[in-house]
């Protein structure tokens, strides 16, 4: 059984800074890729970000320059820093594998950009 638990949403200005924390835990050995994925209001959920277990990483277009996922294996996590951020960021950010699976989703963590 694999758990995440997103944590470090809230509500920012645009142009503000956020840094998610996503905590691992159960069997994660098997996970070779991580990801964080987004989901606005009415909108499908999304990939954001992804980085492997040797350090690669990858970037919607819509973030690239701004966002930067790490991790650290040590504790089982996995973060997001969100840099710039714009309104068009609003949305529930959740972290799982990439790919996806469908029993890994957590609750999420929201993240509101507005004046």
């Known amino acids: 059984q694999v758990q995440f638990v997103e944590s470090g949403g809230g509500l920012v200005q645009p142009g503000g800074s956020l840094r998610l924390s996503c905590a691992a835990s159960?069997?994660?050995?098997?996970?070779?890729?991580m990801a964080w994925y987004r989901q606005a209001p009415g909108k499908q959920r999304d990939l954001v970000a992804y980085?492997?277990?040797?350090?690669?990483?990858g970037y919607a277009d819509s973030v690239k320059g701004r966002f930067t996922i790490s991790r650290d294996g040590a504790k089982n996590t996995v973060y997001l820093q969100m840099n710039s951020l714009k309104p068009d960021d609003t949305a529930v950010y959740y972290c799982?594998?990439?790919?996806?699976?469908?029993?890994?989703w957590g609750q999420g963590t929201q993240v509101t950009v507005s004046s």
């Open positions: 799982n594998s990439n790919p996806r699976r469908e029993d890994y």
């Open positions: 159960g069997s994660i050995f098997s996970i070779y890729t």
């Open positions: 980085i492997s277990r040797a350090g690669s990483t």
